[in-house]
C-alpha cells in the first residue's frame, strides 16, 4: 500500500519537475492574476500573517493565500477545499455533522467537537476568533482571500493556534456602487443563489451585504424513512457599514448569520451489525444509511463585530475589534445506523463568546510590529442522552464550561542592516475555566433531559462542578536574510499553547480523578524556510522543513462499558514528535499558461502515551505509544493545477483550470482500525472552464469536482461489541459533482 502510494506521489513530482528549468511560482501569485494574458511581471501578494500588511515573500512563516478568484475558478464550495490547496492541511467535515469543522495542520488539531475542548487550528474571520467548531465551514462567498498559516501562531494569535490558523477575509465595500449575483446548477439537484452589494450613502459611508440560499439533494438516501442523506440546506448572509470620516480613522461594522437545517447525518456502516433488526448487511452505496433516530437537525450561528482604526501618524496605528458571537445546535445521531436503538444519541449545544481586542502597530523604516491586548469570555454549553437499548439503559449528560481569558502579545522585526532582519515576539496568556458536569444512569429508552419523563433514574455517575486556572508565555523569534531583491531564507522558533479543561463526559464513578480535569498541552516547533521569485516575478517558490515536541498531547478516547455506557477519557497523552516538510510553487510558462503545486510531508510518532485500559472492569495504566499513530495526518500529500486563458477580443475571454490533489492513507484515530481507517491513498481531480464577457460583467462557468468519482473516508466511529450493535461506521467525502454557474458584476 504505501509502495503505491509513492509510485502515485513519485509521478506528480516528475510532473511538477519540468519547473526547474523556469523557476516556481507561489499559488497566490498565479491564482490572483488576471483571467486575461500579460506580460508583467506577477502581482505582489500581501497577507495580514502578522497582524499588518506584507509581502508574502517576506513573512518568515509557512502561510498558503489563496484569492477569492482562485477559489470560484475551481468552484470551491466551502472552506473543507484548503485540504486540496494547502499542503499539510486537513481540514474537514467532523464526523456525523454537516457543518461542525474539524481542522489539522502538521499532525495538531481536534476531531472532538464536543462543548468545552479546544481545538488546536484557530479559525479567524476578519481577525475575530470562532471559539466553537459548530457552524465554522464556511461556505465560500463574499470573501477577498483565504490564508492557512502553519505552525503554532500563540504569539499573535493565542492558545488555541498551536497548530496553526486559518483565517477567512471578507471584502471591503466598495467605493463605487456594486451588485454582484450569481447562480449555481449541478448534480443532486443543486441550486444555489448568492448576491451582494453595496453602495456608498456619502462620500465617508458605505452600506452593503451579501445573501445566500444554498440547496442540494443528498448523495444518498435513509433507506428505512426515505429522507436524504448528505443533502444541503442552507441560508447565510452578511451585513456590514464602513464609514471614513478621515484619512486617519476607519469602522468597519459587521452582522453574520448562518442557518443550517441539513438533514441529520448517521453515516455508513463498514461491518455486520449484532442484535439489530434490519441493515445487518452492508449497504451498497456509502453515501445511503438507515438510521432510525430521524433526520431533524439545525445549527444557528451568528455574530457581530466593530473594527476601528486610528492613524496616529505615518508609524503609529491604534486598532480595535470588539466581537460577540453565539451559536446554538439540536442534532441526533445513529450509531449504529438501525431502527433498533442500539447505540442512539440526541444532543444539544449552546455556546456564546465576546471578545475584545486592542492593537498598537508600529511602522518604520526599521522597526515594524505590533503590541496588543486580548479579552475573551466565552460560554458553551450541551446535554445529550447516550440511549444503550438493548440493554434499556441512558446515560444522560449534560455540562457547561466558562472560560475568561486574557493575553497581552507583541511581536517587533527589526532590520538590522537592509538583508538581516531579527523578529522578536511574546504572548501571555491567562486562563480561567469552570466546568460542570452531570452524568447519571436512566433505565428506559431516553432520559428526562430530552422529554422521557417515565425514565427511572438509576446510579449518579458526575455531578460537580469545578475550576482551574491556566497560564503561559509563549515566545517567538526568527531571522531573515534577505540574499537578493528576489531571494529570503528564514530560521524561526515558536511555542504554542493549548489550556488544560474538564471533560464533559467524565465519569467520577469510573474515574473519579476526571473532576480535577486535564492539563494543558504545548508544542515547541522549530522552522526553516526559503522563498524565492526569479525572471521577473513570473515564477515563485516558498520551502519549509519543521521540527515540532509535542508535549502533554490532550487525546480524547472512549471505550464501551455496559455499566458506564461509553466511558470518557482525556489523556496528557505524554510527547511525540513531528517532523516534515513543506513546498508551495509554480510557473508562468507563457501569458496563457501557469502552473501551480504544493508539496507536503509529515513524520509523527508517539514517543510516550500514558493512559488507562479497562481490564477486568479496573483502570489499568498503560503505555501506548508502540501501536498509536497520529490522526487525519497522511504522510504524504500534494496538489497540482493548471490554469489556461485565451483573449477572444470583443467576445470575451475563456479560462480553463485542471487540478489535481493526492493524499496517502490516513487514520481516524490513535489506533490504527481497517474498518473505518481510509487505507488506500486518496486522489481528487477536478477542473473548470469560464467564458468572461469583454467588460467583465457576465461569467459563464463549468465545474466539475472529485471527476474520477473517488469515494474516500473523512471521520467515522467504533464502538465494538453486540450491546452496542458493533457500531463500525464511516462518513465519505462528496462523490463528483459538475456545477453551471452564472454570474453578473455591475
Same mark, same amino acid.
Given at each position: 500500500?504505501?509502495?503505491?502510494?509513492?509510485?502515485?506521489?513519485?509521478?506528480?513530482?516528475?510532473?511538477?519537475?519540468?519547473?526547474?528549468?523556469?523557476?516556481?511560482?507561489?499559488?497566490?501569485?498565479?491564482?490572483?492574476?488576471?483571467?486575461?494574458?500579460?506580460?508583467?511581471?506577477?502581482?505582489?501578494?500581501?497577507?495580514?500573517?502578522?497582524?499588518?500588511?506584507?509581502?508574502?515573500?517576506?513573512?518568515?512563516?509557512?502561510?498558503?493565500?489563496?484569492?477569492?478568484?482562485?477559489?470560484?475558478?475551481?468552484?470551491?464550495?466551502?472552506?473543507?477545499?484548503?485540504?486540496?490547496?494547502?499542503?499539510?492541511?486537513?481540514?474537514?467535515?467532523?464526523?456525523?455533522?454537516?457543518?461542525?469543522?474539524?481542522?489539522?495542520?502538521?499532525?495538531?488539531?481536534?476531531?472532538?467537537?464536543?462543548?468545552?475542548?479546544?481545538?488546536?487550528?484557530?479559525?479567524?474571520?476578519?481577525?475575530?476568533?470562532?471559539?466553537?467548531?459548530?457552524?465554522?465551514?464556511?461556505?465560500?462567498?463574499?470573501?477577498?482571500?483565504?490564508?492557512?498559516?502553519?505552525?503554532?501562531?500563540?504569539? *499573535?494569535?493565542?492558545?488555541?493556534?498551536?497548530?496553526?490558523?486559518?483565517?477567512?477575509?471578507?471584502?471591503?465595500?466598495?467605493?463605487?456602487?456594486?451588485?454582484?449575483?450569481?447562480?449555481?446548477?449541478?448534480?443532486?439537484?443543486?441550486?444555489?443563489?448568492?448576491?451582494?452589494?453595496?453602495?456608498?450613502?456619502?462620500?465617508?459611508?458605505?452600506?452593503?451585504?451579501?445573501?445566500?440560499?444554498?440547496?442540494?439533494?443528498?448523495?444518498?438516501?435513509?433507506?428505512?424513512?426515505?429522507?436524504?442523506?448528505?443533502?444541503?440546506?442552507?441560508?447565510?448572509?452578511?451585513?456590514?457599514?464602513?464609514?471614513?470620516?478621515?484619512?486617519?480613522?476607519?469602522?468597519?461594522?459587521?452582522?453574520?448569520?448562518?442557518?443550517?437545517?441539513?438533514?441529520?447525518?448517521?453515516?455508513?456502516?463498514?461491518?455486520?451489525?449484532?442484535?439489530?433488526?434490519?441493515?445487518?448487511?452492508?449497504?451498497?452505496?456509502?453515501?445511503?444509511?438507515?438510521?432510525?433516530?430521524?433526520?431533524?437537525?439545525?445549527?444557528?450561528?451568528?455574530?457581530?463585530?466593530?473594527?476601528?482604526?486610528?492613524?496616529?501618524?505615518?508609524?503609529?496605528?491604534?486598532?480595535?475589534?470588539?466581537?460577540?458571537?453565539?451559536?446554538?445546535?439540536?442534532?441526533?445521531?445513529?450509531?449504529?445506523?438501525?431502527?433498533?436503538?442500539?447505540?442512539?444519541?440526541?444532543?444539544?449545544?449552546?455556546?456564546?463568546?465576546?471578545?475584545?481586542?486592542?492593537?498598537?502597530?508600529?511602522?518604520?523604516?526599521?522597526?515594524?510590529?505590533?503590541?496588543?491586548?486580548?479579552?475573551?469570555?466565552?460560554?458553551?454549553?450541551?446535554?445529550?442522552?447516550?440511549?444503550?437499548?438493548?440493554?434499556?439503559?441512558?446515560?444522560?449528560?449534560?455540562?457547561?464550561?466558562?472560560?475568561?481569558?486574557?493575553?497581552?502579545?507583541?511581536?517587533?522585526?527589526?532590520?538590522?542592516?537592509?538583508?538581516?532582519?531579527?523578529?522578536?515576539?511574546?504572548?501571555?496568556?491567562?486562563?480561567?475555566?469552570?466546568?460542570?458536569?452531570?452524568?447519571?444512569?436512566?433505565?428506559?429508552?431516553?432520559?428526562? *433531559?430530552?422529554?422521557?419523563?417515565?425514565?427511572?433514574?438509576?446510579?449518579?455517575?458526575?455531578?460537580?462542578?469545578?475550576?482551574?486556572?491556566?497560564?503561559?508565555?509563549?515566545?517567538?523569534?526568527?531571522?531573515?536574510?534577505?540574499?537578493?531583491?528576489?531571494?529570503?531564507?528564514?530560521?524561526?522558533?515558536?511555542?504554542?499553547?493549548?489550556?488544560?479543561?474538564?471533560?464533559?463526559?467524565?465519569?467520577?464513578?469510573?474515574?473519579?480523578?476526571?473532576?480535577?480535569?486535564?492539563?494543558?498541552?504545548?508544542?515547541?516547533?522549530?522552522?526553516?524556510?526559503?522563498?524565492?521569485?526569479?525572471?521577473?516575478?513570473?515564477?515563485?517558490?516558498?520551502?519549509?522543513?519543521?521540527?515540532?515536541?509535542?508535549?502533554?498531547?490532550?487525546?480524547?478516547?472512549?471505550?464501551?462499558?455496559?455499566?458506564?455506557?461509553?466511558?470518557?477519557?482525556?489523556?496528557?497523552?505524554?510527547?511525540?514528535?513531528?517532523?516534515?516538510?513543506?513546498?508551495?510553487?509554480?510557473?508562468?510558462?507563457?501569458?496563457?499558461?501557469?502552473?501551480?503545486?504544493?508539496?507536503?510531508?509529515?513524520?509523527?510518532?508517539?514517543?510516550?502515551?500514558?493512559?488507562?485500559?479497562?481490564?477486568?472492569?479496573?483502570?489499568?495504566?498503560?503505555?501506548?505509544?508502540?501501536?498509536?499513530?497520529?490522526?487525519?495526518?497522511?504522510?504524504?500529500?500534494?496538489?497540482?493545477?493548471?490554469?489556461?486563458?485565451?483573449?477572444?477580443?470583443?467576445?470575451?475571454?475563456?479560462?480553463?483550470?485542471?487540478?489535481?490533489?493526492?493524499?496517502?492513507?490516513?487514520?481516524?484515530?490513535?489506533?490504527?482500525?481497517?474498518?473505518?481507517?481510509?487505507?488506500?491513498?486518496?486522489?481528487?481531480?477536478?477542473?473548470?472552464?469560464?467564458?468572461?464577457?469583454?467588460?467583465?460583467?457576465?461569467?459563464?462557468?463549468?465545474?466539475?469536482?472529485?471527476?474520477?468519482?473517488?469515494?474516500?473516508?473523512?471521520?467515522?466511529?467504533?464502538?465494538?461489541?453486540?450491546?452496542?450493535?458493533?457500531?463500525?461506521?464511516?462518513?465519505?467525502?462528496?462523490?463528483?459533482?459538475?456545477?453551471?454557474?452564472?454570474?453578473?458584476?455591475?
Amino acid at each position: 500500500m504505501k509502495n503505491t502510494a509513492i509510485k502515485t506521489f513519485s509521478s506528480l513530482l516528475l510532473s511538477a519537475s519540468a519547473l526547474t528549468s523556469v523557476g516556481f511560482i507561489s499559488p497566490a501569485l498565479a491564482q490572483t492574476a488576471t483571467a486575461a494574458p500579460s506580460n508583467e511581471a506577477a502581482e505582489v501578494v500581501v497577507v495580514t500573517a502578522r497582524r499588518r500588511d506584507e509581502a508574502l515573500q517576506d513573512v518568515p512563516i509557512s502561510v498558503t493565500s489563496l484569492s477569492a478568484a482562485s477559489l470560484e475558478a475551481t468552484g470551491a464550495p466551502d472552506i473543507t477545499v484548503l485540504q486540496q490547496s494547502a499542503p499539510n492541511a486537513t481540514v474537514q467535515v467532523a464526523r456525523g455533522s454537516n457543518s461542525t469543522l474539524i481542522a489539522f495542520i502538521r499532525g495538531v488539531g481536534q476531531q472532538d467537537p464536543l462543548w468545552g475542548f479546544e481545538p488546536g487550528v484557530g479559525l479567524y474571520v476578519d481577525d475575530v476568533y470562532i471559539a466553537r467548531p459548530q457552524g465554522a465551514v464556511l461556505d465560500i462567498f463574499d470573501i477577498s482571500r483565504i490564508e492557512v498559516l502553519r505552525g503554532p501562531q500563540g504569539t *499573535l494569535y493565542g492558545r488555541n493556534t498551536i497548530g496553526g490558523a486559518i483565517k477567512y477575509v471578507t471584502r471591503k465595500l466598495a467605493s463605487e456602487p456594486a451588485l454582484n449575483a450569481r447562480l449555481n446548477m449541478g448534480s443532486y439537484g443543486q441550486i444555489d443563489a448568492i448576491i451582494s452589494g453595496s453602495t456608498p450613502l456619502s462620500d465617508t459611508f458605505r452600506v452593503g451585504g451579501a445573501l445566500a440560499r444554498y440547496q442540494r439533494d443528498g448523495y444518498g438516501k435513509n433507506i428505512t424513512t426515505g429522507a436524504e442523506h448528505y443533502d444541503k440546506n442552507v441560508t447565510a448572509g452578511r451585513l456590514s457599514a464602513e464609514w471614513e470620516p478621515s484619512e486617519s480613522l476607519y469602522f468597519r461594522f459587521a452582522y453574520d448569520k448562518v442557518i443550517d437545517d441539513s438533514n441529520a447525518k448517521h453515516g455508513h456502516r463498514e461491518a455486520a451489525g449484532a442484535g439489530l433488526t434490519t441493515g445487518v448487511a452492508i449497504l451498497p452505496n456509502v453515501y445511503d444509511t438507515d438510521a432510525g433516530i430521524g433526520s431533524a437537525n439545525s445549527v444557528e450561528t451568528s455574530g457581530w463585530s466593530l473594527t476601528g482604526e486610528w492613524k496616529i501618524n505615518d508609524r503609529l496605528t491604534v486598532k480595535s475589534i470588539t466581537a460577540s458571537r453565539e451559536g446554538a445546535s439540536n442534532s441526533l445521531i445513529d450509531f449504529d445506523t438501525n431502527q433498533v436503538k442500539a447505540l442512539d444519541v440526541p444532543a444539544l449545544y449552546d455556546d456564546k463568546q465576546f471578545s475584545q481586542e486592542l492593537q498598537l502597530l508600529v511602522s518604520g523604516e526599521r522597526l515594524n510590529g505590533v503590541f496588543g491586548l486580548y479579552y475573551l469570555d466565552a460560554e458553551a454549553s450541551g446535554a445529550f442522552d447516550t440511549i444503550v437499548g438493548i440493554a434499556n439503559l441512558t446515560i444522560a449528560t449534560s455540562g457547561k464550561v466558562d472560560t475568561e481569558s486574557f493575553a497581552a502579545y507583541g511581536d517587533f522585526s527589526f532590520d538590522v542592516t537592509d538583508a538581516l532582519s531579527v523578529s522578536v515576539g511574546g504572548r501571555y496568556t491567562e486562563d480561567s475555566r469552570t466546568g460542570q458536569v452531570y452524568r447519571q444512569n436512566f433505565t428506559g429508552l431516553g432520559s428526562p *433531559l430530552f422529554g422521557n419523563t417515565a425514565a427511572i433514574a438509576g446510579l449518579l455517575r458526575s455531578n460537580y462542578t469545578n475550576s482551574k486556572d491556566f497560564n503561559d508565555f509563549s515566545p517567538r523569534v526568527s531571522v531573515s536574510y534577505e540574499f537578493s531583491d528576489a531571494l529570503t531564507a528564514y530560521a524561526a522558533y515558536s511555542e504554542g499553547f493549548k489550556s488544560g479543561g474538564f471533560d464533559m463526559r467524565g465519569d467520577a464513578v469510573l474515574t473519579p480523578k476526571t473532576v480535577d480535569g486535564y492539563k494543558p498541552e504545548y508544542v515547541n516547533s522549530y522552522e526553516v524556510g526559503l522563498k524565492g521569485s526569479l525572471f521577473d516575478g513570473r515564477a515563485n517558490f516558498a520551502a519549509a522543513v519543521f521540527r515540532a515536541e509535542y508535549e502533554g498531547q490532550q487525546i480524547t478516547r472512549q471505550e464501551p462499558t455496559l455499566a458506564a455506557g461509553i466511558a470518557s477519557f482525556v489523556d496528557n497523552a505524554g510527547s511525540s514528535t513531528i517532523q516534515g516538510f513543506e513546498l508551495e510553487g509554480g510557473a508562468r510558462f507563457t501569458d496563457n499558461l501557469s502552473m501551480t503545486f504544493g508539496l507536503g510531508y509529515t513524520d509523527a510518532e508517539f514517543n510516550e502515551f500514558r493512559s488507562f485500559t479497562l481490564v477486568g472492569g479496573v483502570l489499568t495504566p498503560i503505555n501506548l505509544a508502540p501501536t498509536a499513530v497520529f490522526q487525519n495526518t497522511p504522510e504524504w500529500n500534494g496538489n497540482v493545477a493548471f490554469k489556461y486563458t485565451r483573449d477572444l477580443g470583443n467576445m470575451g475571454s475563456l479560462d480553463a483550470t485542471l487540478s489535481g490533489s493526492y493524499r496517502s492513507e490516513y487514520s481516524m484515530f490513535e489506533f490504527v482500525n481497517p474498518l473505518v481507517d481510509q487505507l488506500d491513498s486518496v486522489t481528487l481531480v477536478d477542473a473548470g472552464i469560464g467564458w468572461n464577457s469583454e467588460d467583465g460583467v457576465f461569467r459563464m462557468a463549468l465545474t466539475g469536482r472529485n471527476l474520477t468519482d473517488e469515494r474516500y473516508k473523512v471521520g467515522g466511529y467504533s464502538f465494538a461489541g453486540a450491546t452496542f450493535g458493533n457500531v463500525q461506521n464511516s462518513f465519505y467525502g462528496p462523490p463528483k459533482t459538475v456545477t453551471l454557474s452564472l454570474s453578473a458584476k455591475f
